[in-house]
């Protein structure tokens, strides 16, 4: 394996050895928990821009297929694990994780203490890192991260967003035959604006009965006032994706015409918060965010606790409790998980209901949107 | 919901003696959960027959009932308490059978189940009732068939096809159950699955052989909140019980799709089956080649595996499940090592390999193949960055003289051989596979272990060519050498292999500390470090990144490091976890800081609220040394955990450690032969004479010198291991030949045997000036059968005073003599009125909670505070809660109640195939129990029922006594006569007992034509047995005889003496009312 050097803009300087591309590469560092699901991670559109590193000690062990792919790529610059296994042993895998990488430019930096990593995420938050597989020297790297924008300053949806509209035809994945539903009868027509949309988010909206046509993220509200009006769509649906929400002023605008023709929306992680920006509620930024598949988050009508897939590093405000019904709480942390907008045909989560990877049983929440655009 | 308040006590059933399938981790989770239940305020009623248990001690429940887990006793105590609820999902297999029979027999009417209900119960337990359920959730089941007789049996076998597993209705850790290849092995097994199950009922199933095998921890509220605390993968394929099987956590060959379908039918499985409060445990087993997933069973209660899952993630599930059946949700509870909600999933950052600990070196002639009934007597966990780490330092663990994957002998075709039968050592084998050039495919083809698994054990075996001289001067390769988990005195092996240059595990270990390389700490926090760690829990690990160096923990109080004992053997087990728990609880009563150290997930020793910090960690010198570096304890407790951190004491005071209490110097005194003999003789203490042989023909001049019997035993071996009597030259020659292979460095040492001699154990504890006794045991069996396998009555049964009085001025002057602060157990033989020493062992003994739970002062405990520079008068005073303590004789001891406790003690026969369950300087239980009562026959019968040895009142006694015996068959004979039992004998001992007068029938040996002794046995003719024997009676009828009375479980006895105390029990137990519980507390006070 190639030695690897990471420098992150807090001064350390780590080497470490590499796999996937042979490259140099900036982003943000986050750390992630999820103890399965490594492909999932890395084609999930919400991680472009920033290096993942992995708790999960041991990765590549199951290799990498084409079922598992959110996404058509690979979107994180980069992970960081602790053990990677080239050799890998599992029915489905198709290839190693390695060429995956390789494929999609990305890398993989390993034989690192990333223990160490998330400690330091933990108490001095997200930050910016450079690595490399071709340039030793400290100075070097610090002087391109400095060059480098900041997260923030990037526009990563004009990046992952489709390019143009089309129609989503597959249910989600039937674990027992090992392969993906076909879609079934619809009983409602949506558009789901992609930000960076996982693709199980779509195949949820599919099987729980929505027939789903996606658009860029350069949409018109207008269009969609209009087609709503003509009937020709129940709803609208606001994906996840990644970066800072307020930066995107253009989708805001958007938005809020949406919701002034009240429209039937429902959005997921990045929608979420694009909603309640639009609402005039602008959201913070948590210190290292929530990665991982193991937070509980409480519903609060069926008072039940959900373990729920969580990728997010903003967060929506308490203040919009003004406006809007909390219908979700995290128990970690208490932020708000879930809104139901008081006097509009919207809702919203912050956590991630299509899991993949994660628990599944938020999953409900795609039949609650069918049954509101349903009324 | 907060915490019912209509319910008010709670009985709590423990699962009684530790027995293949069920051992400490019960006391950990029944501890957790009394724990639990008196800070909530409830009264705790607790029925355990193990002494040895924390739980039992009289300070955690509200009543403690050392009695015999019975039906009847059962149904007294909650009439006598007024119990609302009993909590049985705590005590595993045994706690939850008697609950459900007692259920079904309508013996708890009005009394509610907490943790699971018995609908749920019997539809997780029953194999029917579960299959019909699984089959309503569409669960994919294998294909099998019920049997209740041969017949059905023979005809299911047909319809499903060969290989077969035969499973055995409502037994523990798979007991009667088994995997048949072909039609003889079937009927073998499925015969033997017919008579252990209680129903009569055994499941033959489709094989999963070579199947992946998983494991879900699952825990479930009444709200439906569901969570899995761990996933574990086993290293072993399908066919290896999982409780022998290397097990891993977390899972590590699932994609996240494959994983959350296991998750989500995990929780399915719970609802359906009904478990709304508590934890279970549910099994998966998964094609490698198709996906295809199967459910193979659910626990709906702690389990081995749950305290696997506590240990491995630092949550809580006994605790946890204890709050959740009296009424909590998940979403009230709070996480203690983080201070978060508890209501998430564990995630980890490190691999736990979890390795099971077999014996079977005591008993060669059991059966070593693995199969799906459980074998193994204890187990050990190790913590790693990664599994190649994890699973080496889970080796070192073990105690085998394991450094890591060490080689192994014997030709390809052999370790081939030895890859393809699941075995103890099979992990080696396969090692050694990859070093003979196998490939991972072969391997494969031969074992069914994941190829996953195999390539981390190839890489290893490829790095060790890689390991010599020069590693020692290179910090990157050395680095990543010790990444791997190869420990220094493997590092130290391998280069004298290598580079051919004599080095020693120091060499390596001042090359590591030159370089810059050490063992650093890591927490186990539940969350892989997303949240700040409230507790240390600690494992160690090589850092793969070059960091500077941790600093050592540094604490404001004086701090005292504990030794544990390591993974439960037989010698070794639950006893010394007691007493290091309790070392940390007096350290804590006295405001010093406890650091405990062990590898034994099973224990209360490893809860992380045991003690202030926990090391899991290998306890060999490395590990210890590293953590004494880091920490720099004030004092270091060695003599409480058994022989495992003994046996470290010189080499820890070699360099500068600080051994509290008895030193080094005085353990090695007490333990070398020659020194030892000079101390007797200096003090004027009698001994079996004795000699030392090198040769055969040495052994054979100074059995003559000495005559015989003597008692033979290679030096340099524990717990009796290969220790023989033996009566003539001809058996001497035969021991020489077979049982040891002798040397210069190895003697076999030899005593003169004193026949028949009364056998006594005395616990002490001394500060130095002043001599604690704190019990005199009297052993039932007599001399010559193991102290740990002997049963023993404190107080004596028939010592005169004076007898006694010079035992305790003996103990007292080898206690002042050798110097030793703290415990101390001696051992000495009663042979014509003489008072020999037998041995002597300057650290806690297995007796020390039995002693402390008889006498209400807690040995351990003060002991603690002697260590700690304390008087023992002072130290005595802390503890006595009983006023008993007195002085007399010039010793202090305890002033004896009107009780007398015996313990007994419970032996794994019945789960090793093959091995035969006679008595003998060589220990071979697993366990032990307590009968207590103000009676000596009473207790004895008490142990006896308790132990599983139920005496009958009435009925046919069946006896045959050796030779040597025969003049007491008289004797025997007229007691159980008198008391209305029916004799038959076989020849020479029926002559004997009609020649006294005695009315007994001639029954015909085996050899002596039919109906012979084993066809009245298997009519069931025969409800006791009395069969005493020596070393040649197991070629003879006696192992059939002894074969038939594990299997139909006829009460069984070897030894005269045995039989003594049964007719003394006789008289007592008549009448219904003998087994009348009391509680400790009512004992004691």
């Not at chain 1, 879609?183 to 960076?196: E, L, M, R, T, Y």
């Not at chain 2, 999933?345 to 005591?362: A, M």
């Not at chain 2, 701090?559 to 804590?588: M, S, T, W």
């Not at chain 2, 010093?592 to 910090?613: F, G, H, Q």
């Amino acid at each position: 394996m190639r030695d690897a050097w990471i420098y992150l803009e807090n001064g350390t300087f780590l080497q470490a050895k590499s796999f996937g591309a042979d490259t140099t590469s900036v982003g943000e560092l986050v750390f992630n928990t999820s103890m399965s699901g490594y492909q999932e991670i890395m084609s999930d559109p919400s991680y472009a821009g920033q290096f993942v590193t992995f708790t999960a000690p041991e990765i590549g062990n199951v290799g990498v297929n084409k079922d598992d792919m959110e996404s058509s790529r690979a979107h994180a610059k980069g992970m960081i694990v602790r053990k990677y296994q080239q050799r890998y042993s599992n029915f489905r895998a198709e290839r190693a994780l390695d060429a995956f990488l390789n494929e999609y430019g990305c890398m993989g930096i390993c034989d690192i203490d990333t223990r160490y990593l998330t400690k330091m995420v933990r108490s001095e938050g997200a930050m910016m890192m450079v690595a490399s597989s071709q340039i030793s020297d400290k100075e070097e790297l610090r002087a391109i991260l400095e060059r480098a924008p900041r997260i923030e300053a990037v526009n990563y949806i004009e990046e992952v967003s489709s390019k143009e509209p089309y129609l989503h035809a597959s249910g989600t994945y039937d674990s027992r035959l090992f392969c993906y539903n076909k879609a079934p009868a619809s009983q409602a027509k949506i558009v789901a604006i992609d930000f960076g949309v996982k693709r199980n988010i779509l195949n949820e909206l599919t099987q729980a009965g929505m027939a789903v046509e996606v658009i860029p993220n350069s949409f018109s509200a207008e269009t969609l006032i209009r087609r709503y009006h003509n009937k020709e769509i129940d709803g609208v649906f606001l994906s996840n994706g990644p970066g800072d929400p307020l930066v995107l002023k253009k989708e805001q605008e958007q938005i809020k015409k949406l919701i002034d023709a009240k429209i039937p929306m429902f959005g997921i992680c990045l929608g979420h918060q694009l909603l309640a920006i639009s609402h005039g509620y602008e959201t913070f930024k948590l210190k290292f965010g929530h990665h991982g598949g193991n937070h509980p988050v409480k519903n609060m009508s069926t008072r039940r606790v959900e373990i729920t897939a969580q990728n997010h590093n903003y967060n929506v405000p308490d203040t919009i409790e003004e406006i809007a019904t909390v219908t979700h709480t995290n128990l970690f942390d208490n932020t708000i998980e879930g809104l139901r907008y008081n006097n509009a045909p919207i809702f919203s989560v912050q956590h991630h209901p299509e899991a993949s990877p994660g628990p599944k049983e938020s999953h409900y929440i795609f039949n609650d949107f069918l049954n509101l655009i349903k009324r | 919901m907060p915490k019912r308040d209509d319910i008010k006590t709670i009985l709590l059933i423990g699962s009684g003696p530790i027995v293949i399938g069920q051992a400490c981790e019960f006391d950990y989770s029944g501890t957790q959960a009394v724990k639990t239940l008196k800070t909530l305020g409830y009264r705790v009623v607790l029925i355990n027959s193990n002494p040895a248990t924390i739980m039992t001690d009289p300070e955690f429940a509200d009543r403690t009932y050392i009695e015999p887990i019975k039906e009847e006793i059962i149904a007294q105590i909650i009439e006598k308490e007024n119990v609302d609820a009993i909590l049985p999902t705590m005590g595993g297999q045994t706690a939850l059978n008697v609950a459900m029979s007692m259920h079904e027999k309508g013996m708890l009417e009005g009394v509610e189940f907490l943790g699971a209900n018995p609908e749920a119960i019997k539809k997780g337990e029953d194999r029917q009732a579960f299959k019909e359920a699984m089959m309503k959730l569409g669960m994919d089941l294998p294909h099998s068939c019920y049997a209740y007789n041969m017949d059905e049996a023979l005809s299911a076998a047909e319809e499903i096809g060969f290989p077969l597993i035969i499973r055995a209705s409502y037994t523990l850790a798979g007991g009667g159950s088994g995997v048949a290849y072909n039609i003889d092995e079937f009927k073998q097994l499925a015969q033997r699955g017919l008579d252990e199950s209680p129903v009569t009922e055994i499941l033959i199933e489709e094989s999963l052989l070579g199947w992946k095998e998983y494991e879900m921890e699952v825990i479930r509220d009444r709200a439906d909140n569901c969570i899995i605390v761990c996933s574990i993968e086993n290293f072993d394929p399908m066919g290896v019980h999982t409780g022998d099987s290397i097990t891993v956590a977390p899972a590590l060959t699932l994609t996240d799709k494959e994983y959350q379908r296991m998750r989500d039918a995990s929780f399915e499985i719970l609802r359906e089956i009904g478990v709304d409060t508590g934890g279970s445990n549910v099994q998966f087993s998964v094609n490698p080649r198709t996906g295809r997933m199967i459910v193979i069973e659910m626990n709906p209660r702690v389990s081995r595996s749950s305290a696997l899952a506590s240990k491995a993630t630092g949550y809580p599930i006994a605790k946890v499940a204890t709050l959740l059946a009296v009424g909590f949700t998940l979403d009230e509870i709070t996480n203690d090592i983080t201070g978060t909600a508890a209501s998430f999933e564990p995630v980890i950052d490190y691999i736990v390999t979890k390795l099971p600990r077999f014996t079977f070196e005591k008993f060669p002639e059991a059966e070593s193949t693995l199969s799906t009934s459980m074998k193994s007597v204890g187990e050990v966990m190790a913590i790693g960055r990664t599994f190649k780490e994890s699973m080496q330092k889970a080796l070192c663990s073990l105690e085998t003289d394991l450094c890591g994957f060490n080689p192994v002998d014997g030709d390809l075709e052999f370790i081939k051989h030895e890859i393809r039968r699941s075995n103890a050592e099979r992990m080696l084998y396969v090692a050694e596979g990859f070093r003979r050039g196998l490939s991972v495919e072969e391997i494969f083809d031969l074992c069914a272990i994941d190829p996953w698994f195999l390539y981390q054990i190839e890489e290893l075996v490829a790095l060790e060519e890689h390991i010599d001289i020069d590693v020692l001067n290179n910090e990157t390769a050395l680095r990543h050498i010790k990444v791997d988990g190869f420990s220094d005195k493997n590092i130290a092996r391998l280069i004298r292999k290598n580079s051919n240059v004599d080095l020693s595990e120091n060499d390596v270990y001042n090359a590591r500390k030159r370089l810059g390389i050490a063992l650093e700490y890591y927490e186990v926090d539940t969350c892989a470090a997303e949240f700040e760690a409230l507790t240390p829990y600690l494992y160690s690990s090589t850092n793969i990144t070059k960091l500077p160096l941790q600093q050592r923990r540094v604490s404001a109080t004086k701090k005292v490091l504990i030794l544990g004992g390591g993974p439960n053997r037989i010698g070794q087990g639950i006893e010394f976890d007691y007493c290091c728990v309790h070392a940390a609880f007096a350290l804590k009563d006295m405001g010093i800081e406890t650091i405990m150290y062990n590898c034994n997930p099973e224990t209360v020793s490893t809860d992380y609220d045991t003690s202030d910090v926990l090391y899991f960690e290998p306890i060999d010198f490395e590990h210890v040394r590293e953590v004494i570096d880091h920490e720099q304890p004030d004092g270091i407790i060695v003599h409480f955990g058994g022989q495992t951190p003994l046996k470290l004491a010189n080499a820890l005071t070699a360099i500068g450690a600080n051994i509290s209490g008895t030193s080094a110097k005085v353990i090695d005194l007490a333990e070398d032969r020659e020194k030892f003999s000079a101390f007797v003789e200096a003090h004027q203490l009698k001994q079996p004479q004795n000699g030392l042989a090198t040769t055969k023909e040495q052994a054979v001049t100074v059995a003559a010198a000495l005559g015989y019997p003597v008692l033979v035993r290679p030096s340099f071996v524990l717990g009796g291991r290969a220790m023989r009597i033996v009566y003539n030259e001809n058996e001497l020659n035969s021991y020489m030949d077979e049982a040891v292979s002798v040397s210069n460095d190895a003697p076999v040492l030899v005593d003169k045997f004193l026949d028949q001699a009364i056998e006594l154990d005395v616990d002490a504890i001394s500060d130095g000036t002043n001599v604690y006794i704190g019990s005199v045991m009297q052993h039932i069996e007599e001399a010559g059968i193991h102290s740990g396998d002997s049963a023993c009555s404190l107080p004596p049964v028939n010592l005169s005073d004076a007898l006694i009085n010079e035992v305790e001025q003996q103990s007292k002057k080898i206690a002042l003599g050798l110097g030793v602060v703290g415990l101390m157990n001696v051992q000495y033989a009663i042979f014509q009125d003489e008072i020999y020493l037998i041995e002597v062992n300057p650290r806690a003994s297995r007796t020390v909670p039995f002693v402390s739970k008889a006498t209400g002062i807690p040995l351990a405990k003060v002991a603690t505070r002697v260590m700690m520079g304390e008087s023992i008068e002072d130290a005595l005073a802390f503890y006595d809660h009983y006023r008993v303590v007195t002085t007399s004789n010039g010793v202090l001891k305890p002033r004896l109640k009107e009780h007398i406790a015996i313990k007994e003690a419970v032996f794994p026969f019945n789960k090793l195939y093959g091995a035969d369950l006679v008595l003998s300087p060589e220990m071979k239980s697993t366990g032990e129990v307590m009968g207590i009562s103000s009676n000596f026959g009473v207790s004895f019968a008490k142990s006896q029922m308790a132990a599983g040895n139920i005496i009958p009142t009435s009925g046919t006694c069946f006896l045959s006594f050796i030779d040597m015996d025969k003049i007491h068959a008289p004797e025997i004979a007229r007691g159980l006569h008198d008391n209305g039992f029916t004799l038959v004998a076989t020849g020479g001992t029926q002559q004997v007992i009609e020649a006294a007068g005695i009315p007994c029938e001639r029954v015909l040996k085996i050899s002596e034509g039919r109906p012979n002794i084993e066809d009245v046995m298997k009519n069931g003719e025969i409800h006791m047995a009395i069969n005493t024997s020596d070393n040649n009676t197991s070629k003879k009828d006696a192992v059939v005889i002894r074969q038939i009375v594990l299997s139909r479980k006829i009460p069984y006895f070897t030894t005269l003496s045995a039989a003594r105390a049964t007719i003394a029990a006789l008289s007592h137990i008549g009448n219904d009312s003998w087994n009348r519980p009391q509680a400790l507390q009512d004992y004691l006070n």
